[in-house]
């Protein structure tokens, strides 16, 4: 077993016992139900800002400040957040302000790790969005300090926080499918993924997604989600990975992949194969769990139940009227009708909440971590062209 390893095994299973058993229970916090939490948001950029105005939106919860290294994107996070938010140009100095209890960190990949820290180290609450770390160390950095305090660590897989997306979790794990034998995700788009350049100095800074020192590419930036959720249903790890990708279609300079394709190995024999394309949008995005009892369909924001065998479509009565159809949507079956939130805004309200109540999130840094290595299985099985294991909770 290599010293890293360890490291991370032994983090990962510390980080478990305490935020199971609510260790820091008693540690100061917000305990006014009504308090209003103050957050400052780091990386004022596409995601950032289009947070911000949810956040507007939510009870208690206020935008106090924005950080971004570029002006033109700290002066659209500003104008968005309103009511006398501060503007920095340096997270480090935002971290200074005592007014801000909380920060959202929607920066690259490749520095949420060292930001996350800073803030720990700073006693700020954090939300950091996904793919949490970037590489083994990164994780590892951010598991071991995040060991040491009572703050809230939220990890931007917000559908975790969705009220559908729970409520077919609770579905699958009652039996609704029946043994799970496979997960078929996919998150195609037609689109080089570019953002435009003002100037040819920015490139790599605005299109950071491209370049491998940043980025780890359409797996950390689109499949994660999915990722996170086939660990969530399974409430576990893949053995191994295997994969491919290539630059095939958008010949551009890029180092990141323009078309992935994933087959994890999870316990039990369950594979989960994950696909993006950027040549084509056929079906978009879609989540598949199948099972020797039925299949269920999910996209972002609705969900289908298609039953295995002959399946009678009417019954004898249904709410007091007899014979009335089962509801059915060609190609897709049964659909499962849940009221919820939009699943970005719904996962801000809970990171409040878990702030006022001292409650750890669903999507903590323990569930946040075993994502970010998984994804880091599959940056590595498709750049090194070789099956990637993972024993226990550590990568060999």
Not at 78 to 83: P, V
Not at 192 to 219: A, F, K, Q, T
Request: aromatic residues 10%; hydrophobic residues 35%; contains cysteine.
């Amino acid at each position: 077993m290599k010293r890293r390893d360890f490291v991370i095994k032994s983090s990962l299973a510390s980080m478990a016992v305490a935020t199971s058993t609510g260790a820091f229970g008693n540690i100061n916090y917000l305990q006014n139900s009504r308090a209003e939490v103050k957050i400052g948001v780091i990386g004022t950029g596409a995601r950032g800002s289009g947070l911000i105005p949810f956040i507007n939106e939510i009870e208690n919860l206020q935008v106090v400040a924005c950080c971004d290294i570029l002006p033109f994107r700290l002066k659209e996070g500003l104008k968005r957040a309103g009511r006398g938010a501060v503007g920095y140009s340096s997270y480090q100095k935002l971290l200074d302000n005592k007014d801000v209890d909380a920060v959202l960190i929607a920066t690259p990949f490749s520095t949420h790790s060292a930001i996350a820290v800073d803030a720990i180290a700073a006693g700020k609450h954090v939300y950091c969005e996904k793919t949490m770390a970037k590489d083994y160390k990164g994780i590892e950095n951010l598991l071991n300090k995040k060991k040491s305090s009572d703050k809230i660590f939220q990890t931007g897989h917000q559908y975790h926080s969705s009220r559908l997306y729970t409520h077919v979790v609770d579905l699958i794990k009652d039996g609704k499918v029946g043994d799970i034998t496979a997960f078929e995700c996919q998150w195609n788009r037609n689109g080089n993924w570019r953002r435009p350049v003002p100037d040819p100095e920015l490139e790599r800074i605005i299109n950071w997604r491209m370049y491998r020192e940043y980025s780890g590419g359409l797996v950390a930036e689109l499949c994660s989600h999915q990722i996170d959720f086939v660990n969530w249903v399974l409430n576990a790890t893949p053995k191994s990975v295997i994969g491919v990708g290539g630059i095939d279609y958008w010949e551009d300079g890029r180092e990141t992949f323009d078309n992935i394709h994933l087959i994890y190995t999870y316990p039990k024999g369950v594979k989960a194969t994950f696909t993006c394309l950027t040549s084509n949008s056929m079906d978009d995005y879609k989540i598949k769990v199948i099972g020797d009892k039925g299949t269920i369909i999910l996209d972002y924001a609705e969900a289908w139940f298609y039953p295995e065998g002959h399946y009678e479509k009417k019954r004898q009565e249904i709410d007091g009227v007899s014979g009335a159809t089962i509801p059915w949507e060609m190609g897709k079956g049964i659909p499962i009708k849940v009221a919820h939130a939009n699943p970005s805004k719904q996962a801000l309200m809970d990171f409040r909440d878990s702030i006022i109540n001292n409650k750890q999130p669903a999507s903590g840094i323990v569930t946040g971590a075993k994502t970010a290595i998984t994804v880091q299985m599959g940056i590595d099985t498709m750049i090194e062209d070789r099956n990637v294991e993972w024993n226990g909770d550590i990568l060999l």
